[in-house]
């Protein structure tokens, strides 16, 4: 090429979760199964979507508008549903111009911080969801600025980090939460929200939540969407119906602006999301259309019910075992259907190994590893070779100051998902006095 045509931030774009694949694909081809582990897809880790569900969406199917384009900030329909009829907890009230659909929420998170001013930056949550962290940390061109979420403290955030970060870095302008939280499962609580909310306030700052997984709660804490505590300061709701439906494949998300009306500077980054979804054109019609429908059917809640009732006995599963192994760190979720597990500091080393009986793979991985420098990564790729199960990295795939790694709560067969899980500690007592 005549000029250098890469963006500066390219390599900032990283989704571990996705590159373990390629890897494990190569596994499964050399004869060794696979137990996928490492990707938040219910109806790939076998989830029946429900019958009912399907024929609501049938329905719209064979409506010929259904096959139109729909307006750029989606279906009034859909957006009156969300905004009017949809409990939001007594929060605030937005009206239907305040919600933008996206082509699922990836499409969203890369808009939001397309949009945002080069030299402005969003803090965000360690370990944080990589789509988050490589999307800002490209706008910026340099290293996501994140606060900690404490593995010692039930992955309590460190707000005292997150203020002390906002006074060094005079670039911050927002501050990011994901609630329930990926890769942790932990959930806020709404004192420590107001606490957010309040730092966002004092630092004339602005606040996104990411709540895609906001109706898979299941644990002690009392669950609010932001929108019930935001108060009057400028932020960024953001759902989605990937993990509820559950429809990750429909790609359907949307943003609800709060409080635009409270600062002109939010007001205008917010039109300039706007703006960029008309060039767009607009967002997949299919699932809008059918938004209001499921999710005010009598049936929907109670089917939410029964789905987080299975991942909490799941997370009750994985617990109980690995609370049992001293140099680990396990904290039971409240909500998504995700667990981080956190390997105390000094328990990896780069000499420890599993054995990986299929001599192809052996031989395939011996290189991979021995190049591996980062410990937990290291620790992934021999749990692959030698018993196919696929997990993510904490440190590498999570932007994570921790070493560890994240699983699914998806497995539906309870003897299946018991038998990895066991098989997962034997490994990982093994891996540590190997
Ligand atoms: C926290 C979080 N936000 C956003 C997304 C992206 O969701 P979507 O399928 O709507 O693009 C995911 C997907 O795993 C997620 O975990």
């Known amino acids: 090429m005549r000029n250098k045509i890469v963006h500066p931030g390219a390599d900032n774009f990283r989704y571990e979760i996705r590159e373990i694949v390629d890897l494990a694909h190569k596994v499964e081809k050399m004869g060794v199964p696979i137990v996928w582990e490492n990707i938040g897809d219910p109806v790939e880790k ?31 329909k859909a957006r009156e549903y969300i905004a009017y009829e949809r409990n ?21 998170i890369s808009m939001i911080y397309r949009n945002l001013n080069p030299n402005s930056r969003i803090i965000g949550p360690n370990p944080a969801y990589p789509t988050h962290s490589s999307a800002e940390s490209a706008h910026a061109d340099a290293p996501y600025i994140t606060y900690r979420l404490n593995p010692y403290n039930g992955w309590q955030p460190d707000l005292e980090e997150m203020e002390q970060k906002i006074k060094e870095h005079p670039e911050i302008s927002g501050i ?41 709660t299941y644990g002690d804490i009392e669950y609010k969407k932001l929108a019930a505590v935001i108060e009057d300061v400028p932020a960024i709701g953001m ?41 767009e054109v607009c967002s997949t019609t299919l699932p809008q259309s059918v938004i209001p429908v499921i999710m005010s059917d009598p049936r929907y809640y109670p089917y939410l019910e029964k789905r987080c009732g299975e ?17 680990l760190i396990v904290n ?19 000499t420890q190994k599993l054995p990986i009986e299929n001599g192809q793979v052996r031989t ?7 190049r591996e420098e980062v410990l937990d990564r290291r620790f992934t790729y021999n749990l692959l070779a030698s018993t196919g199960i696929c997990v993510v990295p904490l440190m590498s795939g999570f932007n994570s100051t921790y070493h560890g790694f994240r699983l699914t709560l998806l497995e539906s067969d309870e003897s299946k998902f018991t038998g990895t899980i066991k098989k997962l500690c034997e490994s990982i007592k093994t891996y540590i006095y190997s």
Not at 243 to 252: H, I, L, S, V
Not at 364 to 370: E, M, P
């Open 364 to 370: 395939f991985f011996a290189d991979i590893i021995a």
């Open 176 to 216: 990011l939460i994901i609630n329930p939280d990926n890769p942790t499962g932990f959930v806020y609580e709404v004192d420590i929200m107001k606490q957010i909310v309040n730092l966002t306030r004092k630092y004339n700052l602005f606040l996104i939540s990411d709540e895609i997984y906001s109706n898979l």
């Open 88 to 108: 939001i907890e007594g929060g605030i009230q937005i009206n239907p111009d305040d919600i933008l659909f996206f082509n699922g929420l990836g499409d969203a």
């Open 46 to 76: 076998g989830e029946q979507v429900p019958d009912w569900i399907k024929q609501h969406i049938i329905k719209v199917l064979s409506e010929n508008k259904t096959y139109s384009y729909s307006p750029s900030k989606g279906l009034l």
């Open 311 to 327: 991942y909490k006995r799941r997370a009750e599963i994985v617990y109980s075992h690995f609370s049992k192994i001293p140099e």
């Open 239 to 279: 759902r989605g119906i990937s993990k509820e439906f559950p429809w990750p494949g429909a790609r359907c998300g949307w943003i609800e602006f709060y409080n635009r009306d409270k600062d002109k500077d939010f007001n205008s980054y917010t039109q300039a999301l706007i703006n960029s979804k008309m060039l």
């Open 332 to 350: 039971m979720p409240h909500g998504a259907f995700y667990m981080a597990v956190v390997f105390k500091n000094g328990v990896l080393t780069d």
